[in-house]
């Protein structure tokens, strides 16, 4: 299986605070770090370094060409990733507090400037067998995601962040929904639900589909026909949770891309995701495949 994520591609500005800031309020930071970040790039790297075989496409501008040379330093493939002249680089104002929790502002900037020649053109590498990964941080969603099934691929969607727009993709399409609580809340239009209600709405409204809720602390359930796998934590230090569900995602596609059954592919991925909360920052505190494997022989 061959994965083409189409996502965003960001640079990521990290504001340490002590609280989240409140309305009306100047608030000065401790100290403010730049990374590489976005939905896409983040969830690539995830991938690459977990072993599958992924192209990387989206935009950048000319002040993003370091993003791309880390997805190539990662191992994923770049050549579906166009610089923009005259436009600047998605880029996303994190606040992050000691407690390792975090509040984002995302500015779309090329992002938001796909076209649809580029899906065609990326798209014509591509057929049954593999799959498309998307998020909701670019345009042209819905047209990346009709143009996978018209070439039998499979889709798997992270649904973040939740908006309007959201609501208008073809959401019948999608063959892996990977997402949080209240992501699952909002697509399955329920309010203040337990876990196990929001899966079952979901496997109504999508019986086709398998789907992935992610609850923070709680660890991570799948649901799909009458499957039905969990997974705890594994318990470590929280320094950033940034890209905590970005490596899930990714490792545990990675993982389906490896053959492995899904029970199997929770646990990887929950691992993975327990080594990237140790680490400050979004794109640069995703383990490798090595670095997961150690930490299974140690838990």
């Known amino acids: 299986m061959r994965i083409l994520n189409i996502g965003s591609l960001n640079i990521d500005k990290v504001y340490a605070v002590d609280h989240f800031v409140r309305a009306g309020e100047t608030l000065t930071a401790r100290h403010m770090d730049i990374f590489p970040g976005g ?40 050549e579906l990733v166009s610089t923009l002249p005259d436009t600047a680089t998605g880029h996303a104002i994190i606040q992050l507090i000691s407690q390792g929790q975090n509040c984002i502002i995302i500015s779309g900037g090329a992002n938001q400037a796909l076209t649809e020649t580029a899906i065609d053109r990326a798209f014509s590498r591509f057929g049954p067998g593999d799959l498309l990964l998307v998020q909701n941080e670019t345009n042209l969603v819905p047209y990346a995601m009709r143009k996978a099934k018209e070439q039998g691929m499979e889709i798997a969607l992270n649904p973040s962040p939740i908006d309007d727009a959201l609501f208008s993709y073809p959401l019948e399409l999608v063959d892996y929904f990977i997402l949080n609580e209240i992501e699952g809340q909002a697509i ?24 992935v809720l992610t609850l923070g602390g709680d660890g ?33 596609l990675a993982c389906l891309a ?24 979004a794109a640069v505190s995703i383990p490798t495949w090595v670095q997961v494997q150690e930490f299974a022989t140690a838990h």
Not at 188 to 211: H, T, W
Not at 223 to 251: E, L, M, N
Not at 271 to 279: E, K, N, T
């Open 188 to 211: 399955a239009d329920i309010r203040e639900s337990e876990p196990d209600e929001v899966m079952e709405a979901l496997l109504r409204k999508f019986p086709q589909a398998a789907i």
């Open 258 to 281: 490896k053959a492995m059954e899904p029970q199997a592919a929770l646990r990887t991925a929950s691992m993975a995701s327990a080594l990237a909360i140790g680490v400050k920052g």
């Open 220 to 252: 991570v359930r799948y649901g799909k026909g009458t499957d039905r796998f969990s997974h705890g934590i594994f318990s470590v230090p929280v320094v950033d949770t940034t890209a905590a569900g970005d490596t899930f995602c990714g490792y545990f």
């Open 39 to 78: 939905k896409g790039l983040n969830q690539s790297i995830a991938l690459a370094r977990a072993g599958a075989e992924v192209w990387a496409a989206g935009a950048v501008g000319e002040d993003g060409a370091f993003l791309t040379q880390l997805l190539r330093d990662s191992g994923a493939h770049t």
